[in-house]
């Protein structure tokens, strides 16, 4: 599996299963008509990819969104604790390609390691992340996307939730992404060694349900 097949896979999986728990946290509609829309063009851009022809039409958003995966992804497995060199190979590199495909030119910082608890971890890198991506959107694409600000709004006050494990915010929040990661690593050409590591730490994020 090459580096645009793990995408084609990655903006696949992102597709059927997006990463926000639909239906189950009120006040995430707009956003999620957004994700919806961020999804569908990943999908067609990876696509175009891997056969090696230019990267159809996308909104801002979609950059910031995968800008911020990169940034993400970096300190996502630091703070996991995986085998760095692995990681970077199966998993940042990929992702990195894939974001210079669809905006050329420097991926922002990578977000902060993140020390704690498996589920701490999971979800305050995802509060980074969700900042980030409106942050990202907001820089790449303001007058695009104002048609948006329901969305972006939403993404501002989830902040605070996913800080918070006492909020029922926070366990759809962690739910979800568990399903979502287990999907998304679960094809990727990872070494045995590496894959049993990522179960078995997801299975101990899983304890916090
Ligand atoms: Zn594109």
């Not at 189950?24 to 999908?43: C, D, H, N, P």
């Not at 977000?111 to 509060?127: E, R, W, Y």
Request: aromatic content about 10%; hydrophobic content about 40%.
């Amino acid at each position: 599996m090459n580096h645009k097949k793990i995408m084609l896979n990655c903006t696949r999986v992102n597709h059927q299963y997006m990463r926000l728990p639909v239906g189950k946290v009120a006040g995430l509609e707009a956003m999620t008509e957004l994700y919806k829309r961020i999804a569908s063009q990943s999908l067609t851009c990876a696509q175009a990819w891997v056969n090696d022809s230019p990267c159809p039409d996308h909104e801002p958003a979609t950059d910031a969104f995968w800008g911020a995966i990169v940034a993400w992804a970096d300190a996502f497995g630091l703070s996991m604790g995986v085998d760095q060199i692995e990681w970077g190979r199966v998993f940042v590199y990929p992702h990195n390609e894939f974001a210079n495909y669809l905006r050329p030119g420097r991926p922002p910082e990578p977000l902060p390691t993140v020390n704690g608890s498996p589920a701490n971890i999971i979800l305050t890198l995802d509060a980074l992340w969700t900042e980030l991506v409106i942050k990202l959107t907001t820089k790449y694409g303001l007058l695009h996307h104002l048609k948006d600000k329901g969305a972006l709004i939403e993404a501002q006050s989830l902040q605070g939730e996913l800080q918070n494990p006492d909020s029922p915010t926070y366990k759809a929040f962690l739910e979800s992404d568990l399903n979502f990661f287990r999907k998304l690593f679960k094809p990727l050409p990872f070494s045995e060694k590496t894959k049993k590591y990522i179960t078995d730490w997801l299975k101990q994020a899983e304890e916090a349900l």
